[in-house]
Nanobody, 127 residues
């Protein structure tokens, strides 16, 4: 059974930073591609960033490019999302997702491509 547990959300002032963590229980991240998505009230869940199994390939949405960085620590079975220069429009529940990758450098942008999801962590950016 694969379980993803997010942490690190909270309230921050605009321009501030937060680091989210996604811990994988029951498996090792070495076989999984991981993505972060977010969902604001009244809106659909949207893609934020993804990382391949190898960790060498990443993809970012235009709205966070240059401000967010995804990284992985296989030894800790954890993927991190470092968020900087936060804006009020970044306010949302952030979800970590994972799936078995079809090849080592694959990453996935669509939420329907993921099999496993965490419970979400709230990020609120106050203007």
């Amino acid at each position: 059974q694969v379980q993803l547990v997010e942490s690190g959300g909270g309230l921050v002032q605009a321009g501030g930073s937060l680091r989210l963590s996604c811990a994988l229980a029951g498996q090792t991240f070495s076989s999984y591609a991981v993505g972060w998505f977010r969902q604001a009230p009244g809106k659909e869940r949207e893609f934020v960033v993804a990382i391949s199994t190898s960790g060498r390939t990443t993809a970012y949405s235009d709205s966070v490019k240059g401000r967010f960085i995804i990284s992985g620590d296989n030894a800790r079975n954890t993927v991190y999302l470092q968020m900087s220069t936060l804006k009020p429009e970044d306010t949302a529940v952030y979800y970590c997702a994972a799936r078995i990758a079809t090849y080592y450098s694959a990453y996935y942008r669509e939420k329907d491509e993921y099999n496993y999801w965490g419970q979400g962590t709230q990020v609120t950016v106050d203007s």
